[in-house]
């Protein structure tokens, strides 16, 4: 039974694109991107919307497939203030001889904590999502 999950979902199909999603694609013979609000995929093609008109493109042609999506900035946070907390830990691993500046051993690690914190604050708003590959 543990074994049926992963097949199901490896048998899962990739191209689960929502209309409306910012998508672009490279085709082979054209280098550059095209970029535009996917519409829907028929059996040979792929719809986008480009400049207020819909124009299609053979899924066999298609180099490269991409749709843009929103990280999760819970995530971003939580990996931010984990990785300070980490830092200051290494800190006082590698000097446990030296004064906690704040006072307190815990104190410098909340301290490095919450500037982990501001800096995954500082990358959620810098970079809000990326692209991923799909297949079309």
Known sequence: MRYVLPLL???APLSAQQPGDSVRLR???RPE???GLYVRTDSNTVILRRRLQD???PVRQIDRFQVWK???PLLNLFLGAS???AGGLANQLISPDREPFTGSKGGDVAVMAGGGMVIGIIYTLVNPGSWKT???
Do not use: C, H, Q, T
């Open 70 to 72: 929103r990280d999760n």
């Open 33 to 35: 991107w095209i970029s």
């Open 134 to 136: 799909k297949r079309p």
């Open 55 to 57: 124009e299609s493109f």
């Open 9 to 11: 979902f490896l048998a």
């Open 27 to 29: 085709m082979v013979s």
């Open 83 to 85: 990785a300070g907390a």
